[in-house]
């Protein structure tokens, strides 16, 4: 079953996308923040019986007529025990949107041996353990998000997410980076770039590994964060 997971990024979106795996569905990654015509038309494309959302979001999926079952995480059930599923490495696990810069929005699909494959292979090179954190900056419809969520769960580490304001002010970023003892970042090159005039306050941060893809990476940006992060790589 495809589900929709129409929540911005947060520790009930990440739930969400476990619980949605662990039950057996699909889940596809919808922005709130969308247009209320591209939501409905990727949600009634995909012919989705249930979205996952909040109650704001619900309400105005709602008014725009999306005809899925629309359920709020907030008051959603807890089951006592997970619910089982014989799954097989083959099935599906997510379908995620390109951005439709080149025209309609076209949807990849997944399967879990190659997601696998993919996070064991980063876990392996990184080197990966329990005492990694990671500070979630990426959106859930961008695909770097796939790690994000489940490669350092996988590896027993910890993730951070980062607030919307947060986003906002690259000096919370690289205050959160030291404080919360960040010791995995991964994002777009862009995203990376706005830490750089934070960082000369940056003190014995425990940062070791940066994860740049999506984009070209500018020419002094690795060496103007190793010259604040110290163990990183």
Same mark, same amino acid.
């Given at each position: ?41 990727? !949600? ?110 996988? !590896? ?31 994002? !777009? ?15 014995? !941060? ?28």
């Amino acid at each position: 079953m495809l589900v929709g997971v129409c929540l911005d990024r947060s520790p009930e979106m990440i739930v969400a996308l476990l619980a949605t795996l662990k039950a057996g569905g699909v889940y596809v990654p919808l922005d709130p923040k969308w247009p209320r015509q591209r939501l409905r038309a990727l !949600a009634d494309g995909l012919t989705l019986r249930l979205v996952l959302t909040d109650a704001e979001t619900r309400r105005m999926l709602s008014s725009a007529g999306l005809e899925a079952t629309l359920v709020d995480t907030t008051q959603a059930f807890v089951r006592a025990e997970p619910p089982s599923h014989d799954g097989k490495s083959s099935d599906l696990a997510y379908v995620i949107f390109t951005s439709g810069s080149t025209g309609t929005p076209k949807g990849v699909a997944m399967r879990h041996d190659t997601v696998v494959n993919t996070l064991e292979w980063i876990n392996d090179t990184v080197q990966v353990d329990e005492r990694d954190r990671l500070l979630f900056v990426t959106s859930p419809c961008f695909d770097l998000s796939v790690y994000d969520v489940f490669g350092v769960l996988a !590896a027993g580490g910890q993730i951070v997410v980062a607030s919307s304001e947060m986003l906002e002010d690259p000096q919370a970023l690289v205050a959160s980076i030291v404080e919360e003892q960040i010791t995995i970042w991964d994002s !777009a090159p862009t995203a990376a770039q706005q830490l750089v005039p934070g960082l000369a306050t940056v003190r014995d !941060a425990c940062l070791r590994r940066v994860l740049l893809s999506g984009d070209w990476i500018p020419l002094k940006l690795p060496d103007a964060l190793k010259s604040s992060f110290e163990r990183c790589t």
